[in-house]
């Protein structure tokens, strides 16, 4: 069984601004906290038995933890396989959080649905929310089809990767004949007010988002106004579920209303970077982390 009275393990970036605002706010809880600091891969070692119970150690430095003593862990990896070390500790690391009993936000395994934005907008409908109309495709034709049968339509990743929403637009139609080689997302565009939910443990937050941008995350501080949010109590235990229903201890959730007043949901984020929707001073959010993995 892992310790109670342990230390939270954080596997990331100290770079990173959510470790850096988790293990800020762990500080101030009084929380023993040992960081796997992805930028001392080369100083860092680990050991692990995966007979049963997980044990081992994992030691960066001279500072060395012993794993069935961790009482949560917050993974925030960044792609450091840089050499054999480094992947053999991320391989290693990564095995343990899915084995472990300790709370983990969140599992690796847990964070695969958002690889593949078709595949997880399959399971949020299936959880009971209503999607975007989306085409995945390489045939121009098929686009011109559903472009024209939407009106207005937004393109994106399909990837986990990040990309920046954008609108297609009549200037755009000359870049059609580059689709055979790029197979790409299509959806209707949406109208209606952006939300952020963040969904930690039994903690939800939420924040509305006023902005005239296709991608608000693009649009620069000028462009955008955050507003806390109160999620109506009717959507609140909807929310929680579809988060559980994905594995995610952690969430964050992005929506809008239609103007038949179903709410749409884009996308669940299984490793959200809250840091950009978090009050600086008060950092409720990074508090909220922090309170769900002191208690582990």
């Known amino acids: 069984m892992h310790a109670m009275s342990g230390p939270v393990l954080l596997w990331g970036s100290p770079l990173d601004l959510p470790i850096a605002a988790v293990c800020t706010a762990l500080s101030r809880l009084g ?9 001392r891969l080369e100083e860092t070692s680990i050991g692990i038995e ?3 119970v997980p044990t081992g150690w994992i030691q960066v430095g001279d500072q060395r933890c012993e794993l069935d003593r961790i009482r949560s862990a917050y993974a925030r990896p960044q792609d450091s396989a840089r050499n054999e070390h480094a992947a053999a500790i991320d391989e290693a690391l990564g095995c343990w959080l899915e084995m472990t009993p300790a709370l983990v936000v969140n599992r690796l395994s847990a964070m695969g649905s958002n690889s593949s934005k078709p595949y997880q907008a399959a399971l949020i409908a299936q959880a009971g929310f209503a999607v975007p109309d989306t085409l995945v495709t390489n045939d121009a034709d098929a686009l011109r089809r559903f472009w024209k049968r939407h009106g207005n339509v937004i393109y994106k990743s399909c990837s986990g990767v990040r990309s920046i929403v954008s609108r297609l637009s009549a200037d755009e139609a000359d870049r059609l004949a580059h689709l055979p080689t790029c197979p790409t997302q299509f959806q209707e565009y949406v109208a209606g007010t952006d939300y952020r939910v963040h969904v930690i443990g039994n903690e939800i937050r939420g924040h509305a988002i006023d902005s005239e941008a296709d991608d608000y995350r693009y649009a620069g501080a000028a462009g955008v106004r955050l507003r806390p949010w109160q999620v109506p109590d009717d959507l609140a235990p909807r929310l929680r579920a579809l988060s559980t229903s994905l594995g995610l201890v952690m969430a964050g959730i992005d929506l809008r209303r239609n103007p038949r007043g179903d ?5 669940v984020n299984p490793s959200p970077g809250f840091t950009f929707y978090d009050d600086e001073d008060e950092a409720p959010l990074a508090r909220a982390t922090a309170r769900l993995l002191s208690d582990g």
Do not use: H, I, K, R
């Open 50 to 52: 995966l007979d049963g």
């Open 263 to 267: 709410w749409v949901c884009f996308e």
């Open 31 to 39: 929380t023993p906290m040992f960081l796997v600091d992805q930028t």
